[in-house]
């Protein structure tokens, strides 16, 4: 199976969470006025957290998005499982193997 897109979206999603525990205190210091040179430093780390996080999130959901956009044939198809492995028809008629007439 491939991963079209999952580091990407996994990536996007670490850097968000992480600009959410980064971000609060330091925004709030900058836009009082009284952030020292730490803080915005810190400021700085979460706008970058924050937009990297936005910018990998989008592109792996375009990514993952653009398998969608393609007709599935039987030449491009990811099986689930084996071909071997699928189960029989249970709706099938039975094969009696000649220890029951047929029916007609």
């Avoid at 990998?56 to 044939?73: E, I, V, Y």
């Amino acid at each position: 199976m491939k991963s079209n897109g999952t580091r990407q979206i996994v990536a996007g999603s670490l850097a968000l969470a992480t600009a959410i525990f980064v971000l609060p205190t330091p925004l709030f210091q900058v836009a009082t006025g009284s952030a020292d040179a730490g803080v915005t430093g810190l400021f700085v780390l979460g706008l970058a957290l924050l937009a990297a996080g936005l910018g990998l999130l989008g592109f792996g959901l375009h990514r993952r998005s653009r398998d969608l956009k393609t007709a599935r044939t039987y030449a491009n198809r990811e099986p689930s499982s084996l071909d071997e492995d699928r189960p029989v028809n249970p709706y099938a008629v039975p094969k009696s193997y000649g220890a029951v007439p047929p029916l007609s």
